[in-house]
């Protein structure tokens, strides 16, 4: 160790007892703790700084600093490019050296604006010091990149555009199905693609409510599936092989019934789906019977018919407004139509049989077994399945 007072620094720092430490002076020991790493850092790039243009490395038998930096200092690529940048560039930054030197900004925040002379050079970054320290004084490193960035625009619109241009170009999506049948989904969008399906995405999550167990990313999964969903359902997409898209669902009358033993349903790919999705899909939906010969030839192809017909449904949206599960208002434009006596089982298909639910809570209904009843007072009570622990229905429990 270099000396006794480095060593007995961190000698102290072994010995405290954190455990003692309150909420408040553990976030205030970690705050300063941090101010020393970046005051250090500073020391680090300033030798740094020496030692690249002495090309000391070569005496350690390395042909470049950054190879030398992974090695000896035990950086990953890009921090080690990160740390040569700052080193070289922060001798021509006498203001963020001084604010870096005395921990008032950050590394990162030294970072991004050594990174700003390496694309628009020095005299430009020089022109905006004070308002680019000021800035780092208030924003975390990530923000102070979007000033850097307008900095950039000024100086270089050209290469500004070429690299837009050039993250445009990266943008892929692909969509892939595994042999269990869940679908993964891996891409990259540019800024303008990145930040219009959020917003998309964002107006289709609803404000997040105490009895919503789900993720953050859950959430997201199912804004983007309900944005598809809302898009397909307002029929004006380009028809695709004579038909308006849609997702199709093949199932025998034995699987409707839940026949034991029954076979399991068929997504338009073969993708099996089990009988209670089905009862869900054909809870609502177009309908076409098809009469099959002993030998699985079509005999008669019936009209199509919807298992919830169109004045139903407006019917529905002027009584229940919203989704009828308890506690939950997602907008008629969310919700299917379900019947509470299922028309498979012998359910009539009229007011007193059907309600509005969301997707979410119609899934709660035929996967996960919660039951809907009426009650006197003509709401809809939601009982949890056995397996859920209490019996009480989630109105009494809310
Ligand atoms: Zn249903
Ligand atoms: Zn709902």
Redesign the pocket.
Known sequence: MRSAAAQAFISDLETEDVESFTDTALGDDLTELRRTMDRIEFQFSRRLDLFARRQGFVAFGFVTLISWLRRACRLSPGAASQHAELARNLASLPETSTAFAAGEIGFHHAAVIAHSVTEVGAEAVVRQEATLLEAASKLDPKFLSYVTRQIRHCQDPDGTLADANENHERRYLHLSQTFGGLFVIDGRLDAEGGATLRAALNALDEPWKADDTRSGSQRRADALIELARQRLDAGNLPEVGGQKPHLSVTAPISTLLKDPGCAAGELEWSQPITADTVRRIACDCAMTRVLLAPNSEPIDVGRCTRTVPPALRRALVVRDKH?R?PG?D?PADWCDGHHLVHWSDGGETNLGNTCL??R??HRFVHELGWQLRWSAGGEIIAIKPWWMGSAKSAREAA
């Open positions: 989704c599960f939950c997602r639910l969301c979410r809570h």
